[in-house]
Each structure stands twice: as C-alpha cells, then as structure tokens.
C-alpha cells in the first residue's frame, strides 16, 4: 500500500467513518503534532478527535499527492452544522503510519463572497 493510499483509507475510515477505534491502527505512539490546537502524540491525536470528531465532519478530498514519506492533502471540510472549511493537511509517514502533521485552514470559507468566478475549491 502506498503512503497516499494509507492516507485515503484514513480518511475514510476515522474522519469521514468517525471510527476512533482505527486510531491506532493509523497513527504512530509518538506522533509529532504541528497544529497549535491538537496535542501531540497518539493519544493527544485521540483527545482532538473526541472534540473534532463530534462535529460530524465529511471531508471531500480534492487534491492528493504523495513525495516519498511526505503526503498533501487539499480537502473541504464541512461540519454538520452546515459551516466549510478549506484545510491542507500534510503528513510524513514512517513504517506505514501517520508520523507527522502540519495544517493550514481557511475556516467558515461558506460565509465569504469571492471577488472573483474561480471558485473556493
């Protein structure tokens, strides 16, 4: 399996599954957490997801390319209540397991009026 089809089957199964029982399946013990809200480690990964995860997110990933252990991840995230965010998330895989996270998110992106046709996404 390549580290941008572990990152798919994870997505699928814990964010869009909601299925934290995969956790450790994914993420590595010593996970290295690079958002300023989440805290590191595996089970700081699983105290994120118990608040996250209760927002009922569906990701709809839109871009995803693999560079050797590193994975990028271009997705709109829309919550139940309804709110969209634009993120792109970036890991680093090592043996095969979530090892590493950064993140950039655009929140709310369903309240702004473009300037401009391209659309957000």
């Known amino acids: ?3 941008k089809e ?3 089957e994870f997505y699928d199964k814990v964010f869009n ?3 934290t ?3 450790d399946k994914f993420i590595k013990e010593d996970y290295i ?3 300023p809200n989440a805290p590191t480690g ?3 990964f699983k105290e994120f997801c118990s608040h996250f995860l209760a927002l009922k997110p569906h990701m709809e990933i839109v871009k995803i ?3 050797g252990d590193t994975v990028y991840v271009f997705f709109k995230c829309t919550l139940e209540n309804g709110s969209v965010n634009k993120v792109v998330d970036i890991y680093r895989l090592e043996d095969g397991m979530l090892a590493e996270h950064w993140d950039v998110v655009e929140h ?3 309240q702004y009026k473009p300037v401009h046709d391209n659309g957000l996404f």
Do not use: F, K, Y
């Open 1 to 3: 399996m390549t580290n």
């Open 6 to 8: 572990i990152v798919l």
């Open 17 to 19: 599954g909601w299925d």
């Open 21 to 23: 029982s995969l956790i």
């Open 33 to 35: 957490q690079h958002n």
């Open 42 to 44: 595996r089970e700081g």
């Open 65 to 67: 390319a693999e560079d």
């Open 108 to 110: 709310n992106v369903d």
